[in-house]
Nanobody, 125 residues
């Protein structure tokens, strides 16, 4: 199995930036696609961004395009989410996710097999 551990969350003022990291351990393939989701209190988990197995293709939910950047360092089995110009509406628990045996990105929650425990991101006004 694969263990995913997020880090980098915290409190940031509106308009500020955070960089989330997701470190993968255990048996994993760096060629598998990975993604980020977020879940605000009382809401369903929402797709944020995904990156293909080799990092050459990315996709973002419309609301974060131009502000967020997903990337990965396969040599370190680490995924990143650079978040700029954050707004309070993006306060949520952010989850790292990884696919199993697929390098193709997907926005579907069920397309991911491994999940981190989440890291809290709080954006203040």
């Amino acid at each position: 199995q694969v263990q995913l551990v997020e880090s980098g969350g915290g409190l940031v003022q509106a308009g500020g930036s955070l960089r989330l990291s997701c470190a993968a351990s255990g048996r994993t393939f760096s060629s598998d696609a990975m993604g980020w989701f977020r879940q605000a209190p009382g809401k369903e988990r929402e797709f944020v961004a995904a990156v293909s197995g080799r990092g050459g293709t990315t996709y973002y939910v419309d609301s974060v395009k131009g502000r967020f950047t997903i990337s990965r360092d396969n040599a370190k089995n680490t995924e990143y989410l650079q978040m700029n110009s954050l707004n309070p509406g993006e306060t949520a628990v952010y989850y790292c996710a990884a696919r199993k045996d697929s390098a193709i990105i997907t926005r579907g929650l069920n397309g991911y097999d491994y999940w981190g425990q989440g890291t809290q991101v709080t954006v203040s006004s």
